[in-house]
């Protein structure tokens, strides 16, 4: 009797605990495990839990190879049985690869689990094959050529006003040519002023944005002039001797201009203005730098 007793009660033991371990739950996800460079990812943490749980998520301040866009406002749901906790983040990527978001650490009353890593694909989008194909139109007779009197005579009429135009030029009395050479810096200054006149831009005006540094760079700084991203760019830019205050601005100034042409999204005016100081400050270390 002792015996079975003594049976029930572990059996008892053993379903509370299972039954007190289902009601806690963590998790990790993405919307899609497979992007293109410079796609939007949706990472959301998810903790569920009894209502009186205490319950703490990760704190997520950066992800290797990737960029956080934005963070949304940690969402509760409590009803009378269980609580439910989440938090999205909107990622952005300008490497290509397959890499890991790794394993974050919960904690429920006091007590410790770890969600799964999850695995993610990133890669250049494919060349664009969906623009509309035209017909293919029936051979044409080609037209017999002009005769060569018209060649002959077309000929002639510029070489006399060739005579003419020498014949007035030797009458003036030669004038020296105004030189306006402008140094790399003070093209790549000018261009940035003429941008500030632009209003709510678009992804063209941020590409002719980027291009200016780049211009500079490969005019001063023996920077590859074709083939490279924006991920190649900023690598490189990391490289030089400019303050890290510059570089983190940088990085906000190509997220911008990223979000801009894959999202076709404008930008304001405050964030346009200090993008373009931005870029501007750079040129001017870079420039100073060599003086």
């Known amino acids: 009797m002792k015996h079975w007793m003594k049976y029930i009660f ?9 039954l007190c371990t ?14 293109f460079v410079g796609d939007f990812i949706h990472f959301t943490v998810q903790a569920v839990g009894p209502s009186n749980a205490a319950i703490a998520l990760p704190k997520i301040d950066s992800i290797p190879h990737f960029e956080i866009v934005s963070v949304k406002p940690v969402d509760s749901v409590i009803t009378t049985n269980n ?6 983040y909107t990622l952005i990527s300008f490497d290509t690869g397959t890499f890991t978001i790794p394993e974050y650490e919960f904690i429920i009353n006091r007590q410790k689990s770890y969600s799964d890593p999850i695995q993610l694909k990133v890669q250049f989008s ?29 000929g002639a009429i510029i070489v006399i006003a060739l005579i003419i135009f020498l014949l007035n030029q030797i009458k003036k009395k030669p004038v020296a040519p ?25 992804a063209a005006e941020y590409q002719v944005l980027v291009n200016i540094l780049r211009g500079y760079l490969v005019a001063t700084q023996g920077f590859s002039a074709t083939g490279q991203t924006y991920a190649h760019l900023y690598r490189f ?11 983190n601005a940088l990085k906000g100034t190509l997220n911008a201009a990223s979000v801009s042409v894959f999202a076709l999204k404008k930008q304001n005016d405050e964030q346009w203005q200090n993008d373009i100081n931005n870029i501007s400050n750079i040129i001017i270390q870079l420039n100073a730098n060599k003086i």
């Open 237 to 247: 830019v990391q490289n030089l001797k400019i303050s890290l205050e510059h570089i």
């Open 178 to 202: 105004k030189i306006t050479n402008l140094s790399s810096y003070e093209e790549a200054i000018k261009q940035l002023q003429q941008l500030r006149n632009h209003h709510q831009p678009q």
């Open 126 to 154: 494919p060349q664009d094959v969906s623009g509309e194909y035209k017909d293919i139109h029936n051979i044409e007779a080609v037209p017999p050529p002009p005769s060569k009197f018209w060649w002959w005579f077309s």
């Open 22 to 35: 289902a009601q806690y739950m963590i998790n990790t996800g993405v919307d899609k495990t497979a992007v």
């Open 83 to 88: 609580k439910r906790i989440e938090q999205e």
């Open 10 to 18: 572990l059996m008892m033991i053993l379903c509370y605990t299972k």
